[in-house]
């Protein structure tokens, strides 16, 4: 049986609506390894709360502005709900319903008890003043109070959020409380209880996924990296600091090249310039590139760390690496999967290359629920201890039964979800 999407017409069809039907589609795929009766997989295709907030603003000039809020918690079966929170004007129910998806997987997959959730709000941030977000970031979180709480839901950060804006939720849910809890975020800044090691977890867990499936020294390694935010620039510099040569990256300002002959770029001045100014755009020890172009060059590894959608039907055919790692969550369309399956690449998939900051957000809220911190040294020891536990599971998983990364993290995830759901049993 294939689960049912609802009608649209190409005019409906949004971002966030093709990221939802991709992560319906690689349900649909797993329930059929897993042989899944029809009942168990709607179940697991349907998010378990879906919260639709309208959220005011009150602007510098006194104006009054309403943007749309949401909150998704996707499945529980294996703990609370967990998952980012992100401000971007393209957000919608849908994105936010496979993002809370991704995250179950997600988290099952590299066994830690969590389910998914996401939240998100219509908007952009950059055009917000500091009071104007930190206000709408209040009462966004006053709107999906009753969801969220360090035993039922806990947020973090996500797409143009940081840790500023964990310290506010924390502060927001604090107040309403009557005491400090700061086990309900994670990504918090350390002073509140964020653990040594959460900013550049998810770069961190990329890198790790990145070199372990290589198969061999990452010296003379060519990287492109779609994507210098706060996962892709870290990543990019990580991959560096092993050896590799990345030679290519891009933001929404621009892409800028620099070829392996001449050492690549250099990302530690790179990352300076684009704080200075902005964006990458304008770098003076480059050559600018074409932001199409990027995904299409003749490096080893491609690495998409923007968002969702990026690479299609349309660009798969002319995508040259042999080894792409998903920064981003869902930054592949299943027919472009497809297509790069059969030109022979591989693809390890968001679920698994880009689960680091879930697992350290996860050692964040075990030492804020236990009053305790581990160093940043051992953070770090079992952040790769359990993504390269992960990523052997679903290697060997794939080999065993003729299947792709993908295909194989999604058995072992949605498998572990499965199971947990049948072993709790349904109330009444």
Not at 322 to 334: D, M
Not at 387 to 394: K, N, R, T, Y
């Amino acid at each position: 049986m294939s689960i049912m999407v609802p009608s649209k017409t190409p005019a409906l069809i949004t971002v966030g609506r093709q990221a939802l039907d991709s992560a319906l589609h690689q349900l649909d795929q797993a329930a059929e390894h897993l042989g899944l009766d029809d009942g168990l997989r709607t179940v697991l295709a349907t998010p378990r709360r879906s919260l639709t907030v309208s959220v005011p603003v009150r602007r510098e000039d006194g104006r009054l502005d309403v943007v749309q809020g949401f909150r998704v918690q996707h499945n529980v079966s294996r703990g609370p709900a967990k998952g980012g929170i992100r401000f971007h004007p393209g957000t919608d129910i849908h994105e936010v319903t496979a993002l809370a998806m991704w995250m179950t997987w997600k988290c099952a997959l590299v066994g830690i008890p969590y389910g998914g959730a996401k939240g998100g709000v219509a908007v952009d941030p950059t055009r917000l003043s500091t009071r104007e977000l930190e206000r709408m970031t209040r009462r966004y979180v006053n709107e999906i109070l009753p969801l969220i709480g360090p035993e039922k839901d806990i947020p973090a950060p996500d797409v143009g959020t940081d840790e500023q804006t964990m310290a506010w939720i924390m502060d927001t849910y604090s107040v309403s409380a009557g005491y400090s809890v700061p086990g309900v975020v994670t990504g918090k800044p350390t002073t509140l209880g964020g653990s040594l090691g959460r900013s550049g977890a998810t770069s961190r867990g990329v890198q790790i996924a990145t070199l372990a499936a290589l198969g061999r020294a990452p010296e003379g390694v060519t990287v492109a990296v779609q994507g210098f935010g706060k996962v892709g620039a870290l990543a990019a510099q990580y991959l560096a600091d092993a050896g590799c040569k990345v030679v290519a990256v891009s933001d929404i300002t621009g892409a800028v090249y620099a070829s392996a002959s001449s050492g690549g770029l250099d990302i530690a001045r790179l990352r300076t310039w684009a704080s200075e100014t902005g964006g990458v755009s304008g770098y003076r020890h480059a050559d600018a590139l074409p932001l199409d172009e990027l995904l299409e060059l003749d490096v080893d590894v491609l690495i998409p760390a923007a968002l969702e959608g990026a690479i299609t039907e349309a660009n798969a055919p002319r995508v040259r690496a042999r080894l792409i790692v998903e920064g981003a969550n869902g930054p592949t369309t299943p027919e472009a999967d497809e297509i790069l399956t059969a030109n022979g690449a591989t693809v390890v998939p968001d679920i698994l290359a880009n689960a680091g900051g879930v697992i350290v957000s996860y050692l964040e809220w075990v030492q804020n629920m236990q009053a305790y911190s581990w160093s940043s040294g051992e953070v770090e020891v079992k952040l790769r201890d359990l993504m390269e536990s992960a990523f052997s599971e679903v290697k060997s998983m794939a080999a065993a039964r003729g299947l792709t990364l993908r295909q194989a993290a999604h058995v072992i995830g949605v498998g572990r979800v499965a199971e947990a759901h049948q072993m709790r049993g349904l109330y009444p």
